[in-house]
């Protein structure tokens, strides 16, 4: 690395939890503190962040049982620092520089050295999706705030232009085969009505002269004297009613054409009004398929933002629902992947103070030990790790509160890669 990093260069911690007194001088890049359950090993990662947190990690009963103060030293180099609290808890906190002076506001500078993923890299691996994606977000400084928004926005004008269009769509009926014999436009009635009147009043004609050639048949048995007025009436009489003699064939048409009109203007309507309920449900799909292609646009640059954007591993993305690795959801990764992941989000998260605390160490197999021990390396960090002790002594070995022991080549072999 070409920056100043800073390590842990020198660890004391007296009475501190079921620690009595140890001091660490660590080597190498993994740091192994190893052995039974109950001996301590915790005590000593949790020294390290309570010295370093304060406030932000917060220890119940720091103080040994029997002891009058409990205390953490941490040589990082270029400054030292002393965290100690007394039974009746008074807490004090010294941050020194190199030349002895004590800086100001000990906690803030320390806060500004520790990062989210200090105390436990693979916190991040057990953080919900959204969360994940959050601390992604800050992490490589991308903003999408904007494209979530418009995204928003777009996604609710489609959900109500598919509520409309399915309703539409419902409204359609089926195409009967009838309406396709049917005029495109509606027949006049007004023509047909006239017609109908014309026929109407021709019939009334034959009425109206039938009855009088019948009263005037009884005029001329009664009135002999007018015999021969009643006579050329009756020729006219007849006459006129011999022009209406089948009045009622036309009159029958009329009725029967209207009335074949009324009908054929009623399908044309359904068949009119359907197509135009057609025609609206094709107006919503297709501006629902254009609002899609809004939100996919969206997508796509926000992916391509996201793409062109520097993160701590290879094929590592998000977006508001979780983090991806290698297009699959984080946690459908392997532990090795996730591993790897949350180690390089804790180094990237914090450039200046390179060390982590991994607990739990032993549910760790010989591949992810591996693993982190190369990337311990590749990255300039200094883990801490905790494992309960299995077959030969490994690391820096606690018993009883206290350093028992110390196998010198277990840090080297971890820088190289190998599990110890």
């Given at each position: 690395?070409t920056?100043?990093?800073?390590?842990?260069?020198?660890?004391?911690?007296?009475?501190f939890?079921?620690?009595?007194a140890?001091?660490?001088?660590?080597?190498?890049?993994?740091?192994?503190i190893?052995g039974?359950?109950?001996?301590g090993?915790?005590?000593?990662?949790?020294a390290?962040?309570?010295?370093l947190g304060?406030?932000?990690?917060?220890?119940a009963?720091p103080v040994?049982?029997?002891?009058?103060?409990a205390r953490?030293?941490l040589?990082?180099?270029?400054i030292?620092v002393?965290r100690?609290?007394?039974?009746?808890?008074a807490?004090?906190?010294?941050v020194?520089a190199?030349?002895?002076?004590r800086?100001?506001?000990?906690?803030?500078?320390l806060?500004?050295l520790?990062?989210?993923?200090?105390f436990?890299?693979l916190?991040f691996?057990?953080?919900e999706p959204?969360?994940?994606a959050?601390m992604?977000r800050r992490?490589?400084g991308?903003d999408?705030?904007?494209?979530d928004?418009a995204?928003a926005r777009?996604y609710?004008?489609r959900?109500?232009i598919g509520?409309?269009?399915?309703r539409?769509?419902?409204?359609?009926k089926?195409?009967?085969?009838?309406?396709?014999?049917?005029?495109?436009q509606?027949?006049?009635?007004d023509i047909l009505?006239?017609?109908y009147?014309?026929?109407?009043?021709?019939d009334s004609?034959?009425?109206?002269?039938r009855?009088r050639a019948e009263r005037?048949?009884e005029d001329?048995?009664?009135?002999?004297l007018?015999?021969?007025?009643?006579?050329?009436?009756l020729?006219?009489?007849?006459?006129?009613a011999?022009?209406?003699?089948?009045t009622?064939?036309?009159?029958?048409a009329?009725?029967a054409?209207?009335k074949?009109a009324?009908?054929?203007?009623?399908?044309i309507?359904v068949?009119?009004a359907?197509?135009?309920r057609?025609a609206?449900?094709t107006?919503l799909?297709e501006?629902?398929?254009?609002?899609?292609?809004h939100i996919a646009?969206?997508d796509?640059?926000k992916a391509?933002?996201?793409?062109?954007?520097?993160?701590?591993?290879?094929?590592?993305?998000?977006?508001?629902?979780?983090?991806?690795?290698n297009?699959?959801?984080?946690?459908?990764?392997?532990?090795?992947?996730?591993?790897?992941t949350?180690?390089a989000?804790?180094a990237?998260?914090?450039?200046?103070?390179r060390v982590?605390l991994?607990?739990d160490?032993?549910l760790?197999?010989?591949?992810?030990?591996a693993?982190l021990?190369?990337?311990a390396?590749d990255?300039g960090?200094q883990?801490?790790?905790?494992?309960?002790?299995?077959?030969a002594?490994?690391?820096?070995v606690?018993?009883d509160?206290?350093?028992?022991m110390v196998?010198?080549?277990?840090?080297?072999?971890?820088?190289q890669g190998?599990?110890v």
């Open positions: 690395m920056q100043q990093a800073i390590r842990i260069v020198r660890l004391e911690a007296e009475n939890k079921i620690l009595k140890v001091e660490i001088t660590p080597t190498g890049d993994v740091v192994q190893t039974e359950n109950a001996a090993k915790s005590s000593v990662l949790d390290i962040a309570w010295a304060g406030g932000n990690f917060t220890v009963q040994r049982r029997g002891a009058a103060k953490a030293l040589d990082l180099g270029d030292t002393e100690t609290r007394s039974a009746d808890g807490m004090a906190l010294r020194t190199k030349d002895g002076s800086l100001p506001s000990p906690q803030a500078v806060d500004r520790v990062g989210d993923l200090t436990d890299p916190a691996a057990r953080m959204r969360a994940q959050e992604l992490l490589v991308l999408l705030a904007k494209f928004e995204r777009v609710q004008e959900t109500l509520r409309e269009r399915d539409a769509a419902a409204q359609v089926p195409n009967d085969p009838a309406w396709d014999a049917l005029p495109d509606p027949l006049s009635i009505t006239g017609e009147a014309r026929a109407a009043r021709a004609d034959a009425r109206n002269a009855q005037l048949r001329i048995a009664a009135l002999e007018s015999l021969a007025q009643a006579r050329d009436d020729t006219q009489a007849e006459y006129v011999g022009q209406y003699q089948n009622e064939g036309p009159m029958a009329a009725a054409a209207l074949g009324e009908l054929t203007n009623s399908a309507r068949r009119n359907n197509r135009e057609r609206d449900a107006a799909a501006k629902y398929e254009v609002l899609t292609g646009a969206i796509g640059k391509e933002l996201i793409a062109s954007a520097e993160m701590p591993v290879p094929g590592l993305s998000y977006d508001e629902g979780g983090v991806a690795l297009g699959l959801p984080f946690a459908q990764a392997s532990t090795a992947e996730q591993l790897r949350s180690v989000i804790g990237r998260q914090n450039a200046a103070l982590m991994v607990r160490g032993s760790l197999d010989r591949v992810s030990m693993l021990g190369g990337m390396h990255l960090l883990l801490w790790i905790e494992r309960v002790a299995s077959g002594p490994v690391g820096i606690i018993e509160g206290s350093v028992a196998v010198e080549d277990a840090p080297q072999q971890q820088q190998e599990p």
